[in-house]
């Protein structure tokens, strides 16, 4: 499995920043997990920055998914179109007309790669 902040990472240099103010990082499994177990695992992608910390520093939001229409609903009405950004891969691709391998998720990407070549399990390099 590839390392979840390697993921993250390459999240954040698909949207770039300021499209960052307009993303949702959603929790799920609440009806699955006892309340404080969930509040546990939550707190922490809230204060890691190898987790969810930079990204809502710049403006994303949070939200807990109850797998329910009314939860979906809740999370889909957080989406205004007056805040509607283009990501940074798209600008990087569309404006400056640079080649994949040249973006900030390309280059985030292609280093994840390069070092999970050697790694039989995929995961980055120094993944716990």
């Not at 698909?14 to 997990?33: Q, S």
């Not at 910390?53 to 329910?68: E, L």
């Not at 950004?85 to 390309?106: N, S």
């Amino acid at each position: 499995m590839a390392d979840i902040p390697v993921l993250l990472d390459s999240f954040k240099n698909i949207c770039g920043e300021e499209a960052l103010r307009n993303a949702v990082l959603i929790t799920t499994m609440w009806d699955d997990v006892p309340l404080d177990v969930g509040e546990k695992k939550e707190s922490e992608l809230l204060k890691s920055d190898r987790y969810w910390k930079p990204m809502v520093a710049v403006g994303a939001r949070t939200a807990r998914s109850m797998n329910t229409a009314e939860s979906a609903w809740a999370i889909i009405s957080q989406f205004k179109p007056e805040f509607r950004r283009p990501v940074l891969l798209q600008r990087e691709l569309v404006d400056h007309q640079k080649p994949l391998a040249e973006t900030a998720a390309g280059q985030s990407f292609l280093g994840w790669l390069e070092g999970g070549i050697s790694d039989p399990e995929g995961e980055a390099p120094g993944s716990p």
